[in-house]
């Protein structure tokens, strides 16, 4: 009986997909601007820029009317944990991390905060109703 000859293995079929990642980071890093300040111009005059500070300012004013109401300590952390996110995203958006980081799926995480921060600002909402209903004269203008 004559032994099998086996093939030699070869990493030729590995090479490609390693290829690909290689030329897609390099194209994302492509898109980096060299200069920072290219970034916050192309960040701050895009739709995405406009929306994120948008949402930033909406964020602060609620925090500012949860801080003069003097609400529950648990809606203020809530929306100073919004404030936070909104930040992270915007200095990654500003820094233009989101081509360098092509592991993250930057549209989808995008959207994925935005229907959590939803959620969060809703529930709170609900609650601050349900308060206004038991302490009605302390929203009036009622002293406690």
């Known amino acids: 009986m004559e032994p099998e000859k ?3 293995v070869s990493s030729v079929s590995e090479a490609p997909p390693e290829e690909e990642e290689v030329k897609k980071r390099a194209e994302g890093r492509a898109k980096v601007p060299e200069r920072f300040r290219d970034s916050l111009k192309r960040f701050f005059f895009s739709p995405t820029g406009m929306l994120k500070i948008l ?10 009317c949860f801080i ?13 944990l919004e404030v936070c996110v909104v930040i992270f995203f915007i200095i990654t958006y500003m820094l233009t ?16 905060n935005s229907i959590i921060s939803a959620v969060f600002l809703v529930v709170v909402a609900i609650l601050t109703v349900q308060e206004k209903d038991r302490r009605h004269l302390f929203y009036v203008g009622g002293r406690q």
């Not at 949402?55 to 500012?64: H, N, V, W, Y």
């Not at 003069?68 to 100073?80: F, H, L, M, P, W």
Request: charged letters at 10%.
């Open 97 to 112: 991390l989101q081509h360098l980081l092509i592991y993250l799926d930057w549209p989808l995480l995008d959207l994925i």
């Open 68 to 80: 003069i109401s003097e609400a529950n300590d648990s809606y203020i952390a809530i929306t100073v």
């Open 55 to 64: 949402r930033m300012g909406f964020t602060i004013g609620a925090l500012t």
């Open 6 to 8: 086996q093939a030699p």
